[in-house]
């Protein structure tokens, strides 16, 4: 268990400004394009329904939808004779960057050989029962927060009110699911029609190299993604798909997904006032909870199945950050592993993230980043297959912010929280404009004749 003395900038930063665009782009299917929207969750996404393995003819379309996307995060400059000529017109992490911490990390030694991530464990139960604790109590966690938000990013939390019959009875209706046979299976595959991830997603259709641009295999999983139920508000946000082959499914998911709103709700306080702390401004502690309605959380189940003969380059996941304001993380196995740069020679290296029974991993992502003004990290991670890769591995992530209303409607613009004196990085977008803008020149391939 790593103690809170985690040294600052562990994390890999690859936040830059860049003006170029992508000429000479590649035709593009309507199909494929739909199934690239089809998911919000990661920064870096294929869905490749219909195909066992990514096509290497698709690699150079791969290449232009992963352009497009950062040029779609933001990744030109705005004018003005004002200081606001210096403002990022969004949180760009540049493929090139990524790719090469990647690289150099892969080409490292294996992560068991190294000591694990100096990932800290949090007790925020302050902050679930606050009539038992005081202002100081949860003072002291604010500012645990904020020290593993400005240096790795990652996190361990406990005391987090989840109780362990919820996640015990998600995790076996999910295990269940996913043991049964493909065809079954694949009666639940649905997508949404308006860009959000639904669903089941069979192995190997995903793949973050792909889109990433960079030579690779597909992820070695399978994923369920769900949204907000219907009686739960979720009528506005399109329709979850549940087997009705695995008994109470439907009950155990929507139970889950309740309390990860929950969590969810509370980091969101916890986050701003550690910004309150870093910035010294004065923010009500619902503001970014405030910030992200009516956007509500996309919740996916993956599933890595046991297998022999790992192939070069595998892994169950590839390196990448994830595009909300953070993530909640169960896990159940080791595998997770963050992208450092060591201390004494300056090298990216994989490190483990340790299993903490009863916790829940969470880690800072991109909106969040953008939203401290760079001042937290988006740290670039993985799941590694050659941990475990005999045994079946599931874990549960709840991406905060990725599920859009069907219908658009008005929304906060989100600007950077700065000290005072300190200039703000990026101008104030919405969470929709900032997710939709991702895939908006995907979309104008098809309306000006790359279909």
Known sequence: MAMMSCAPQLGVVVGARATGRTQGAPKVSNLYINQTLCCFGHTCYANLHGATEPRQSESPVAIYLLRSTMAARGCEMTSSASNSEHVDSGHCFLRQNINAAVAEANSGPASESLPPAPVPAVDISCFVAREQFSEIHRAKVVSQVLAASESLGFMNIVGHGVPEPIIKSTLSVLTSFFECPLERKKQCIATSSHGTQRGYTPFKMENHNAVLGRPGPADLRETFSFGPPYHAGGEEYGANSYPDFVEKFQQHIEDYYSEMERLETVMLEIFTLALMQATNQNLHPNYLLEQIKPNRGLMKACWYPAFEGLLADETRVSGHTDWGPLTILLTTAPGLEVCIKSQKDHV??????????????????????????????????????????????????????????????????????????????????????????????????????GA
């Open 348 to 449: 990216h290296q994989w490190r483990a993230v340790p299993v903490f029974p009863g916790a829940f991993t969470i880690n800072v992502a991109d909106q969040l980043a953008r939203w401290s003004n760079d001042r937290f990290v988006s740290c670039i991670h993985r799941v590694n297959a050659d941990l475990c890769s005999q045994l079946s591995r599931i874990s549960i992530p709840y991406f905060s912010t990725q599920v859009l209303p069907r219908l658009s409607t008005a929304e906060p613009k989100v600007g950077c929280i700065c000290a005072d004196g300190e200039d703000p990085k990026y101008e104030p977008l919405s969470v929709r404009d900032y997710l939709e803008r991702n895939f908006s020149r995907l979309k104008s391939l098809v309306k000006n004749g």
